[in-house]
């Protein structure tokens, strides 16, 4: 069974920073890559940053690289991801998800939590 659950959400000011967490089943977190991705009302869910679960590397998408990182915790069955310098435009329903697809070019969402909110304003 895939099952995913999200925390850290919140509020913080522009500027600041905030970790969000995600533990996974064992299943799934030792089967599928991980990633984070992010909605806003009336657009379609962005892929964030991914990490893969057979080496360890890593996918950015434009808008969060050298600002966001993203981390496996093998121990803890966890996928963190560090977010630095936030801006307005961060705001978001951050959702945890197991890959489909890792690729050069991005990642595929496969299976979904419920998601966490990002609120950043001053």
């Known amino acids: 069974q895939v099952q995913l659950t999200e925390s850290g959400g919140g509020l913080v000011q522009p500027g600041g920073s905030l970790n969000l967490s995600c533990t996974v089943s064992?299943?799934?977190?030792?089967?599928?890559?991980l990633g984070w991705f992010r909605q806003v009302p009336g657009k379609g869910r962005e892929g964030v940053a991914c990490?893969?679960?057979?080496?360890?590397?890593?996918w950015y998408g434009e808008d969060v690289k050298g600002r966001f990182t993203i981390s496996r915790d093998v121990g803890n069955r966890t996928v963190t991801l560090h977010m630095n310098n936030l801006q307005s435009d961060d705001t978001a329903l951050y959702y945890c998800?197991?890959?489909?697809?890792?690729?050069?070019?991005?990642?595929?969402?496969?299976?979904w939590g419920q998601g966490t909110q990002v609120t950043v304003s001053s």
């Open positions: 998800a197991t890959v489909l697809l890792f690729q050069v070019t991005g990642c595929t969402g496969n299976h």
């Open positions: 064992k299943v799934a977190f030792d089967y599928w890559s």
């Open positions: 990490v893969s679960s057979v080496d360890d590397s890593k």
